[in-house]
């Protein structure tokens, strides 16, 4: 004998299961899909939320290499990573569900994004301490001239600069408006 659940048992099930994903893995970008050996691309990678609830999700460069990340109220997305290849070629990038720091995975299926990599970058100096904080911006602490990592710091509510600054290599940009910050943090 085969017994069937209610109408209403089968919706209650469906909610429960949705309830697990309140965020869903949003798109990946590319600032371009064509750059050259050295030249930072930004990658954009978004959650969409839906019940305020947290998840965990992964960006995979192409290249071997993965950045674990989260969402949540203390972590806001979009992740913005800036990143550099050192080879020509072709990267699939993707951004998928994982569980990170106790936050469950992210649901939703895989997103993608290719960048192809060609030649050899023009050479960029590398910035100045005094060049990396647009004004009324002013550097907080130490720039790290071999990373590439600053914060920059205002009077909390100070309008964030226009144009946001590069990262270089493996760093993030970040902002905070509350406590009146942005900059790029490994």
Not at 13 to 40: C, D, F, M, R
């Amino acid at each position: 004998m085969t017994t069937r659940m209610p109408n209403a048992t089968l919706l209650v099930a469906a909610l429960l299961a949705g309830a697990v994903h309140a965020q869903v893995l949003g798109t990946i970008t590319a600032s371009s899909t064509t750059v050259k050996v050295g030249e930072p691309v930004t990658i954009t990678a978004n959650i969409d939320v839906i019940n305020a609830n947290y998840c965990g999700f992964v960006v995979g460069f192409g290249d071997g290499t993965f950045k674990d990340a989260v969402s949540d109220v203390s972590t806001p997305v979009p992740l913005v990573v800036t990143r550099t290849y050192d080879k020509p070629g072709s990267y699939h990038v993707t951004l998928g569900g994982k569980n990170v720091q106790n936050h469950p995975n992210c649901g939703g299926p895989e997103r993608a994004v290719d960048i192809t990599v060609t030649g050899a970058a023009k050479a960029v100096a590398p910035a100045k301490p005094g060049d990396v904080c647009e004004k009324p911006w002013k550097l907080s602490g130490k720039y790290n001239a071999k990373t590439g990592a600053f914060t920059c710091a205002a009077k909390s509510g100070t309008a964030l600069p226009a144009a946001k600054p590069t990262c270089r290599g493996d760093l993030s940009y970040f902002e905070n408006v509350k406590k009146g910050q942005y900059g790029c943090k490994p």
